[in-house]
């Protein structure tokens, strides 16, 4: 069983501001080639909130510009580290990070390098992250592999297009892979190196808001079956994961969102002063407060890391991290893959599984509606598509991997907020009346 | 670099010989379930070792019968260790092993097991199999998946059928693979096993002269690329090896030919005692000798288990035991999977690696037709095809595993028999002129 652990100090919310001076003294301590300087226009985005997308500008005019903004206050990133013994590594987490080449050519060992993106953030930060790599470094030859985005391209079929590449490109076992994106890639990523002549090294460059507090750390990697979500993989980790903070600055705010619902998820689990953080610092989070995102970072991957050092191959308190999960398996696999993003259907599975966590007396009516509160200020689901009905959960959770013997195991909260537990003892008819309530039977 | 150690005692080259006392004594010591008595037929075979294959029979007419002799002088298996502290597990080396369901049993811990097995295989053992897992064990439930055999579909498009099955199934974390066949069939379920649900136990019965000397033991997994062998893979060490020697009596003659080749191989490069002895009993081993094979699978397994225990995830001396697998490997992909057995695409593989030895003024010339002559008693190839070019070769090579930093490095014979090296550091000339020697320009 998780129990709260303490959190720190609470991030102010603070509103955007950068003096024209502040900007100029930048521009002349960011190390950024000139020769690819049209392609740092991605972090030159021009920020608005109510838009659901940012629009992004080519052009280097002084607007206002979070990724240079967040490059003063973050010049020496954080570092969380994993400890996983021989395995272990750091997370490097701030702004500016991918300006640094040291922090990710320390990480590199061979002469080769290929990455893996998709179509969407390939235009964005691949050059960048070309340049990081072999700044100062000529002897590494990058090769890369551009995916179709999205959570429906998560198989198989995808899987072979990074062997093909590689193997086209004569990559050796010294390699490394580096998974540039979300949490599909850094899956999809993760699992090719652990199967590329049976494993070669990777780095995960997080660039939502699911990947930098979830998905990247931890070395869980796969794909998705037509049946059920990740059912092939690895347990695979990373040599660094570095979390550059600025490549949020041109997430769309529906993944924005859906990154939250994990923030979200940590707090109930095993963190109450983390959930009462993000209770008083929704706003700023929704507002994209680069010092509390940055914090909300951090304290998740601090969360995810003492988690994944104490049982990283998930024999029982790993598992506490999938709360809302298998709901939301059910949810993402029943409506298509890519449907619903993987945030907005753990959000709805959270409430189904705090809604049975409440039918069989272990939580309070209080928290459940602080849960049904804090997902709705950050814009989640708070229940599953219309279409779903009881047969289509109960199909898709009985693949669950957390199913052991036929027993299925589920995280329900139990106790004060931060506690939970996972467990196959639990009486089926609560199960069945939040499946009813929450579906058409 | 690998030396020579000791072996033991020779095996006398003894013909087969059973009373139908003996005969019928054993009888009613095996073990076996009367339901599936007509499944037992396999290991009823007429032994015609002028022909290529044996003739299978499905009568229990007292017919020379080598599994139940067999099983009367090794009720106990000969227990060899791999060593890898917590990941040890034991190789179970004898006749009628099958015939012992305790032995397999105790390695199973949940209660849901998927064999794994080919179109050749199950007719022959998948009952007998299902039984010893079941017999006084009836809470387990045994699905089966049987695949194509051969080399040529060792690929992602066969692997998925076991995917696709263990899903169907609801097949769960606690559940057990069990790779019952030759290399193809241990190295793709033992791949599934590693993939499944992020890695789930699993168990090899290997039933060639291939497998059970080399490819079940150590966790070595994985399948092809059409452009190279074993690319795609994980090292995935299982519960347990289960060599029943008796599978071997229905082995094709140019199966276990070919397995001889790995055989040979530990010789040449640590075990000189080993070789000689070989040399001695190569007339013996092709008779199908049992206490002669017996002998050869125990000391193949101490030696393959005394590398892999040193050395599991090949950074040096496991790659010795690669020696004629880079030219193997090549003529493998290039005249197409399946067309050449594993073991013959090694021999005349390691007939190049000793040719380029000599070359390099490593070994004497006396070596060189030991080594000539072994192979061709054991009639196995001595030559690639002769549709292979210098470019087809070095084609297939530059994307093996052992290529680092796009340096080549190859398993050479170096010094008195027993010793080799895994080096980069030799002459081109002598790799050219190997290839030319071998091969079309």
Known sequence: MATASSSSSL????????????????????????????????????????????????????????????????????IVEVDLGNRSYPIYIGSGLLNQPELLQRHIHGKQVLIVTNTTIAPLYLDKTIWALTEGNPNVKVESVILPDGEQFKNMETLMKVFDKAIESRLDRRCTFVALGGGVIGDMCGYAAASYLRGVSFIQIPTTVMAQVDSSVGGKTGINHPLGKNLIGAFYQPQCVLVDTDTLNTLPDRELASGLAEVIKYGLIRDAPFFEWQEKNMVALLARDADAFAYAIKRSCENKAEVVSLDEKESGL?????????????????????????????????????DMSYRLGWIDESLVKRVLKILQQARLPTAPPETMTVDMFKSVMAVDKKVADGLLRLI??????????FTGDYDRQALDDTLRAFSKS
């Open 318 to 354: 790993r598992a506490t991290l999938n709360l809302g999960h298998t709901f939301g398996h059910a949810i993402e696999t029943s409506v298509g893959y890519g449907q619903w993003l993987h945030g907005e259907a753990v959000a709805a599975g959270t409430i189904m599984a705090v």
């Open 412 to 421: 329900l909260l139990k106790g004060p907020l931060g506690n939970c537990v």
């Open 11 to 78: 991030c102010p919310n603070r509103a955007f501001s950068l003096s024209t001076s502040s900007h100029k003294q930048l521009a002349s301590l960011v190390r950024f080639p000139a020769s690819t300087s049209s392609i740092s226009s991605p972090s030159r985005v021009c920020l608005d909130s109510k838009k659901r997308n940012f629009s992004v500008r080519a052009t280097v005019a002084p607007v206002m510009d979070q990724s240079i903004s967040a490059s003063s206050s973050a010049a020496i990133p954080t």
